[in-house]
């Protein structure tokens, strides 16, 4: 399928490894020039290095003014900016009463808020190209679970925040929509599976095979799988998606 991506530009946050890299990688792959945006200078330098027409701008988003400078680093490397890909994110699990405020405020100030002030920065440029956002929330959003109760939270929140921009870019041409991964095979889930081998005394793959089975998943999703939905999103024949929100997630989420 021709996505008919050339020549237009993206900000991808959280493009360091896991889900943002893959998208980073699969926008490229499309035609598409990409600001990789994240903390670690050296792991996005190496990627822009060997993807065509990409840059990185490293940068803490947790911090207020990150998000208006990798914008303005977009804009000043490509001229325009098309897409913007909100991933960036790493909210604490655990004990809700273990969790103090400086987790729940590290969480919000990354995840909400920075995906907030990228937006923000964003947005003139996206209506200038008719272009889009996409949010990576999480299906934790949908699903709330004891353990997960600033991830899920801040998701929840993004849902909200995707079907408020999306009811303002009707009208001014730009497209917002959110996807919601599942359980997919990153450094964030292998962390997972650990703690849960750890925790019961059972090898990798059981652990993993335990953790798939609490989903009701056959398998666990790859970062390649969401990348390939946001290309999708962010393509021409992708025009008529306003306020979606997508559970990409084998299955997991059963509620209608
Ligand atoms: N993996 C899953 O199963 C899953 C499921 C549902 C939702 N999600 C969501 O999908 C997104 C990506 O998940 P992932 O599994 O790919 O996570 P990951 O492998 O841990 O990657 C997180 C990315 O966020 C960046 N990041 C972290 N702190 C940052 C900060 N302060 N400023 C700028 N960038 C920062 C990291 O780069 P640096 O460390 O270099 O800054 C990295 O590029 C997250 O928002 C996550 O909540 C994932």
């Known amino acids: 399928m021709e996505l008919r991506l050339r020549g237009k530009a993206a900000l991808v946050s959280g493009a360091s490894r896991g889900i943002g890299l893959a998208i980073a990688e699969r926008l ?32 803490d988003l947790r911090q207020p003014e990150a998000a208006s400078q990798a914008v303005a680093a977009a804009v000043g490397a490509f001229g325009r900016l098309d897409l913007l890909v909100n991933c960036a994110g790493a909210t604490q699990r655990g004990d809700f009463l273990a969790l103090d405020d400086a987790a729940w405020a590290d969480g919000y100030a990354l995840k909400l808020f920075g995906a907030v002030r990228l937006s923000r920065a964003a947005w003139p440029h996206l209506r200038a190209a008719g272009g889009g956002i996409v949010h990576i929330a999480g299906v934790g959003g949908r699903q709330p679970g004891a353990d997960f109760t600033i991830g899920g ?85 992708a025009g008529y998606i306003q306020g979606a929100i997508l559970d990409v997630d084998g299955g997991w989420m059963r509620a209608v």
């Open 153 to 237: 939270s801040v998701n929840a929140a993004l849902m909200n925040l995707t079907k408020a921009l999306a009811d303002r870019g009707v009208a001014e041409g730009v497209r917002v929509d959110c996807i919601n991964p599942g359980s997919i095979r990153t450094g964030r889930l292998t962390g997972r599976i650990a703690a849960l081998a750890a925790e019961r005394g059972l090898d990798q793959e059981a652990a993993a095979r335990a953790l798939a089975e609490q989903t009701g998943v056959a398998r666990f999703g790859e970062p390649g799988e969401i990348a390939a939905m946001v290309a999708f999103l962010a393509g021409e024949e």
């Open 28 to 59: 490229a792959a499309e035609g598409m020039r990409v600001l990789l945006v994240a903390r670690s200078a050296d792991r996005i330098g190496e990627a822009a290095a060997r993807l065509p027409g990409a840059a990185a701008f490293a940068a």
